[in-house]
């Protein structure tokens, strides 16, 4: 396999974003809060409800303190709210089980609530140092074209771990760099759409390229359409909680206009069967 490691970490020395959780001293929490957030969400949309989290809530404890509500609220309209309420739920473990200290080890962050495969790696090698194969979407897709010679990644596997760690360097700091640099590459050079191979720093050691570029077709789950759907329903009723003055509203004025009652009716049954909403005497509310 053609050294990959070289020219990506040069590479990235010159074009990183300049992201807050990359910074010095961002601290583990900040990158476990900010790996929650990521997930499905865009970078420029996460940035300012980071750092309102984590000036509200600088430390697991400060998050275990407060109540799933204040979570769920704090989230606002970032999407996928169980995300929220995984996160506060973690803040608990981590204090009660791990001295309020994010865990340095794989397997301890895997056994936290809403924590996989992911986020334990991107959080033992971001915050701490560590070693590890770290795998997100862009970086599956720079594997599967670099490597592969696939213009599209298969869906997600175990193996893809095995792949990303083929490719990384034996110290830490450098692995550390070529982890970031991976993403960063598929983030902003090899895109799932229009790739740059003109600006790509292992061009010349790519297998897509020297194959002429082949379709080999795309196998990627595609996300049903937002507009209409059950998570447009779900989102409409935890807006109306979220801006009620008490946090609780009488069932039959949650969003009664809904084009569609019964998508409505089953948003707030989902809703309450994960924990983001409770119902009780005729009121429907955030979890408390």
């Not at 984590?54 to 769920?72: G, K, Y």
């Not at 779900?234 to 969003?255: E, F, M």
């Amino acid at each position: 396999m053609p050294d990959l490691a070289t020219p990506l970490i040069a590479w990235y020395r010159g074009n990183a974003r300049d992201l807050p959780w990359r910074r010095p001293g961002f601290g583990a929490w900040g990158v476990l809060v900010s790996e929650f957030m990521l997930q499905q969400t865009p970078v420029d949309r996460v940035i300012p409800h980071l750092a309102a989290w984590l000036e509200r809530w600088p430390s697991p404890a400060d998050l275990a303190a407060a109540v799933p509500a204040d979570a769920v609220r704090q989230w606002a309209n970032l999407g996928y709210p169980r995300r929220a309420l995984w996160l506060h739920r973690a803040a608990v473990e981590i204090r009660d089980r791990h001295d309020g200290a994010v865990p340095r080890d794989v397997n301890a962050l895997l056994a936290l609530t809403g924590i996989g495969d992911y986020t334990a790696r991107a959080v033992v090698v971001f915050a701490y140092g560590g070693r590890a194969p770290v795998v997100d979407t862009n970086t599956r897709r720079v594997l599967a074209r670099a490597v592969d010679g696939r213009s599209q990644p298969a869906p997600p596997a175990k193996r893809d771990l095995a792949a990303m760690d083929a490719i990384l360097p034996p110290r830490d700091g450098d692995a550390a760099i070529v982890n970031a640099a991976a993403m960063e590459l598929g983030a902003l050079v090899c895109t799932a759409r229009a790739p740059r191979c003109d600006a790509c720093p292992i061009a010349d050691r790519c297998a897509w390229r020297a194959a002429g570029y082949p379709d080999t077709g795309d196998a990627r789950r595609r996300q049903a359409r937002y507009e209409g759907s059950d998570r447009q329903a779900r989102g409409a009723v935890l807006k109306v909680l979220r801006d009620a003055a008490a946090h609780a509203v009488p069932l039959v004025d949650v969003v009664p206009d809904w084009p569609d009652p019964r998508q409505r009716d089953r948003a707030i049954d989902s809703l309450i069967a994960d924990g983001l909403a409770e119902a009780s005497e005729g009121l429907l509310r955030l979890p408390s």
